[in-house]
């Protein structure tokens, strides 16, 4: 990891990029491309924090400002997903081993998912991001009692939460059908959890040489119940998962 620049932190949802700017009392913005970017002091660090906003596209282009106008040197992805993998229940957390783009399909003239002229279908997390995503997801889950509200672990039944390191598939859709849900787990059997962004900012750091790591809440199984409580979850769940896993992955995180 470069040793110089901020350390991004891109969210998915309003609700979860508040909750970590109520962390970040200096935060002061700027506007770039439509989209607000804080800059704040969080653990010693440096640190953007901004909307991904919805989409892959979407993403891409917030992840592009990020290493060319900002000049950050990691960025790090906290959001909600919905679970596909037999074991991944909701409140259970995903960190990011690869991510890929579940809807590329550039065949016959390229294999289904292989990214055109990439000649791969997946791209890596920074292992270094990565490992320490993950501590700080165990080590979350270990004191889950501070961070969730005794009600809300019992909605949601969160007793038994469990951190999940694995492969993350995005497309440009909210999957609640439980059809399709299911033709995802049968087309790609070692993914854990879909979203909508996650391989879109991977490629764009691949492109820029930037370190990438994600950790996603499981707030639904892709399913037809899917739309349920999706925004008391993000509210009550996800948004409190994000502010804990990312403060203690920036005590990891070696400083500037
Ligand atoms: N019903 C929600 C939809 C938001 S889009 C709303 O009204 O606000 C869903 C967001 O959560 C995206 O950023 C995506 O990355 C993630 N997500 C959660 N569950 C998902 C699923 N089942 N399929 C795809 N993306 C999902």
Redesign the pocket.
Known sequence: MHTHGPIAIMS??QDELQAVLDELPDAKVHHVAGRDFWRAHWEGHVVIAVLSR?GKVAAATTATVLAQHFGVRAILFT????GIGAHVKVGDMVVGTHFMQHDMDASPLFPRHVLPLYGMDRFAADTQLRDCLLRAAHATVLELGECIHADARAEFNLDDVHVHPGLIV??D????TTAE?RALQTELPDALA????CAAVAQVCHDFGLPFGAVRSV??R?DDA??GD??RFVDEVASHYSVNVMARTLQLLPHA
């Open positions: 998915a949802m919805i959001g909600v997903a919905g995005s497309g859709r909210f999957v609640s849900g879909v979203d909508m962004e707030s639904d892709a899917a739309h999706f925004t």
